[in-house]
Nanobody, 119 residues
Framework: QVQLVESGGGLVQAGGSLRLSCAAS????????MAWYRQAPGKQRELVAR???????NYADSVKGRFTISRDNAKNTVYLQMNSLKSEDTAVYYC?????????????WGQGTQVTVSS
């Protein structure tokens, strides 16, 4: 099993910045892609950004140019730097990790961290 623990959420004014962190522990061998998702009230969970173990990234159009995902493989940690925050970024942000063992994929989720952007 893989445990994912997020931190760094909170309340920020529009235009401000926050940095989320997600530390993986447990059976971390085989972890490949890590990602951040978010879910706003009444909406479906959506992908915010993803990063492979090699560092390739992709972003939702709504956050391109404002958010940056990065990872420290030595620390088994993924980060999400969020700049120029908007009220529509308000959501619970979830860390996600994919683990491959013997060609079997398992997906893990963190408990979520609340990000609230006040206008």
């Amino acid at each position: 099993q893989v445990q994912l623990v997020e931190s760094g959420g909170g309340l920020v004014q529009a235009g401000g910045s926050l940095r989320l962190s997600c530390a993986a522990s447990g059976s971390i061998f085989g972890i490949d892609g890590m990602a951040w998702y978010r879910q706003a009230p009444g909406k479906q969970r959506e992908l915010v950004a993803r990063i492979t173990i090699g560092g390739s990234t992709n972003y939702a159009d709504s956050v391109k140019g404002r958010f940056t995902i990065s990872r420290d493989n030595a620390k088994n940690t993924v980060y999400l730097q969020m700049n120029s925050l908007k009220s529509e970024d308000t959501a619970v942000y979830y860390c996600n990790a994919d683990r491959w063992v013997r060609n079997i994929r398992s997906t893990y989720w963190g408990q979520g961290t609340q990000v609230t952007v006040s206008s």
